[in-house]
């Protein structure tokens, strides 16, 4: 092969590499920009948009930026809602706290007053309730006694003494009597005495658990009348809520028909660049520059020698004995 048409060859392969890599090139852009598309709608399906609701208790609305991204969202509760609410809560920092305080204040008396009670121990308060029992007990006792012993005295029988037995002394059979009756009155009241001790430490500890439970009913008015201001309040509150859930769904709904357009817009652009990726020519010259006969014929053209015929597709070559030659259509023939 002469070297013309080496070098013909070689700049038509290189003309059909280069038209097939501009082909190439265009179109992964293109592809690229298609698929940014693709991308973008699908996010815009995908945004959240939160509607603005209006219901009998209030309403709510939002601000959205000029690219259209959520900046603000608010409610309003409706008016007679509101002033209903205010009320409340203007009973509520009033009677209220009054009561709240009241409670207060009977809570302080009542812890201070179990403190008291809570001071002694249970076996000193038996001990001071035995001896106040005693104390009531005496007069009535020695009124007794002196009645006792008027009556021995008047009956001449104040001298009298029987023995007791064992390693005890005589004794006036009705002066032991009493005394024994005494006696069993004080056991009596030593075992209630214990009884009594540990009531007054309950009692004290009591309460301490009454003062508890007054302070915690105090309350009871101020929350009440704040829970159903607050009530009121969450009613047009629920708007925004509302607005806010029909954003949300509408946003997952537009996820959905985004994915299908993403799916949808890459799968054209990829077909889309498969097609774009292809040139004629391209392919033309590079399989012009890659077909034998082709080149050697091109080199019998040029040097002046005689040689086969050029193949016909995708064009004609022709040749006569003249050693001459041009290129012609496939319907063409040469003449010298």
């Given at each position: 092969?002469?070297?013309?048409?080496a070098l013909i060859g070689g700049g038509l392969g290189l003309l059909g590499s280069s038209m097939a890599g501009d082909a190439a090139s265009e179109a992964a852009s293109t592809q690229a920009a298609a698929q940014k598309e693709a991308a973008r709608i699908a996010a815009e399906a995908a945004r959240f948009r939160p509607v603005g609701v209006t219901s009998r208790f209030g309403s709510s609305q939002f601000t959205t930026s000029p690219e259209g991204y959520v900046t603000g969202a608010g409610y309003n509760v409706a008016p007679d809602v509101a002033a209903m609410r205010d009320r409340l809560l203007s009973q509520a920092g009033g009677q209220g706290f009054q009561t709240a305080e009241q409670a207060q204040q009977a809570q302080q008396s009542l812890f201070g007053l179990g403190q008291q009670y809570m001071a002694q121990s249970?076996?000193?308060?038996?001990?001071?309730?035995?001896?106040?029992?005693?104390?009531?007990?005496?007069p009535g006792r020695e009124q007794a006694q002196a009645g006792l012993t008027q009556n021995l005295f008047n009956t001449g029988r104040g001298g009298l003494a029987v023995a007791q037995g064992g390693g005890m002394g005589a004794a006036n059979p009705e002066q032991?009597?009493?005394?024994n009756a005494q006696?069993?009155?004080?056991?009596?009241?030593?075992?209630?005495?214990?009884q009594q001790g540990r009531a007054q430490t309950q009692f004290g500890a009591g309460l301490f658990g009454t003062g508890?439970?007054?302070s915690t009913a105090g309350y009871n008015p101020l929350k009440a009348q704040f829970g159903l201001a607050q009530g009121m309040e969450q009613a047009g509150a629920d708007t925004l809520a509302q607005g806010s859930a029909l954003g949300g769904r509408s946003a997952e709904a537009g996820a959905n028909v985004g994915q299908f357009l993403y799916k949808g817009g890459t799968a054209a652009a990829s077909e889309q660049a498969k097609a774009d990726a292809y040139s004629p020519w391209a392919t033309a010259f590079s399989g012009a520059a890659a077909n034998p006969q082709l080149m050697a014929g091109l080199s019998n053209w040029m040097t002046g020698g005689g040689g086969?015929?050029?193949?016909?597709?995708?064009?004609?070559?022709?040749?006569?004995?003249?050693?001459?030659?041009?290129?012609?259509?496939?319907?063409s023939t040469w003449a010298p």
């Open positions: 092969m002469g070297i013309e048409a249970p076996e000193a308060a038996a001990q001071q309730w035995m001896q106040s029992q005693q104390a009531l007990l005496q032991q009597a009493l005394l006696m069993m009155q004080d056991l009596q009241l030593a075992s209630q005495a214990q508890l439970d007054i086969n015929p050029m193949p016909t597709s995708p064009i004609s070559w022709n040749t006569g004995g003249g050693g001459g030659g041009a290129w012609t259509p496939p319907t």
